[in-house]
């Protein structure tokens, strides 16, 4: 295999690893589950909460109640994944790591102020996760990895990996970034932000200020220079009929809003 072909060939594998990845936790997880931007029909919904575990290694149910903890107390002391929490950019990893784990534990027993911000979902936590096993997911993926590198390129294997295992660098850029790094276009009490390149990075999900906004729409890009690919994915799919309704808030009224208070605010400085 020439150099050339196995750059194309891993940067295909890596492409279509990171894609599934998001097209799961992206698109369904967040959009679709965490915020009913999407209506999902009832026989997807139940492939997606069964599979999604073995495609990412992230259980829906703990995810979506955590992202859930974000939006009500974003960055403050309560929020799961702030920077507000983290002494450093890197903090972020085991700070989501940890509050994953945590909430997790509390949905397998049953508690009650945990379990109620996610009722509406009518799933549990997956059986895995619930028996401890939440390892076997990553071992699953090892060995797919392994084989087909074996049968290609050690390269090619570790291209799937890195791609299909890609969550936890992706909710560090998020949840660091998206509320550390960039401009507000609404002036909001979170320290959300709208990171342009944490937002091409990751579907869309970096445009974190306007998410915030309008978190019941699904998509996150407002301004011309912003980039949401995560709702091409979204349209991508009601066009192939794994969803019914995608919704979509018009935020002219709220920008021209902004605006004028923008320049009352200058006014104002200038008097």
């Not at 073995?54 to 939006?71: E, L, N, Q, S, Y």
């Not at 019941?216 to 301004?223: P, R």
Request: net charge positive; proline share 4%.
């Amino acid at each position: 295999m020439s150099v050339l072909v196995l750059v194309i060939v891993s940067v295909s594998v890596l492409t279509f690893g990171y894609l599934l990845n998001m097209f799961y936790i992206s698109v369904f997880y967040h959009r679709g589950f965490a915020h009913n931007a999407l209506d999902v029909k009832p026989k997807v919904k139940k492939f997606i909460c069964k599979t999604g575990v073995w495609v990412t290694g992230i259980d829906p149910k703990t995810w979506i109640a955590m992202h859930r903890k974000h939006h009500e107390h974003s960055d403050t002391e309560k929020d799961p994944h702030s920077p507000v929490n983290c002494k450093k950019p890197f903090d972020m990893f085991t700070v989501q790591f940890k509050s994953y784990s945590r909430m997790m534990v509390r949905l397998i027993k049953k508690d009650r102020i945990a379990s109620s911000t996610v009722e509406d979902l009518g799933i549990d936590v997956h059986p895995i996760m619930a028996k401890g096993l939440w390892y076997l997911p990553y071992l699953i993926q090892i060995v797919i990895s392994v084989i087909i590198g074996v049968f290609s390129h050690p390269i090619i294997g570790i291209s799937y990996w890195a791609g299909i295992m890609s969550h936890p660098i992706q909710g560090w850029l998020v949840n660091y970034y998206g509320h550390h790094s960039g401009y507000r276009t609404f002036n909001l009490k979170d320290d959300s932000r709208n990171n342009i390149l944490v937002g091409v990075l990751t579907m869309g999900e970096g445009l974190q200020n306007n998410h915030h906004k309008y978190p019941h729409s699904a998509k996150f890009s407002i301004l011309r220079k912003e980039i949401d690919l995560g709702y091409y994915m979204c349209t991508a799919a009601r066009a192939i009929g794994l969803i019914s309704k995608v919704h979509v808030v018009d935020a002219t009224a709220d920008i021209l809003k902004e605006k004028q208070n923008s320049l009352k605010s200058d006014q104002g400085a200038k008097d």
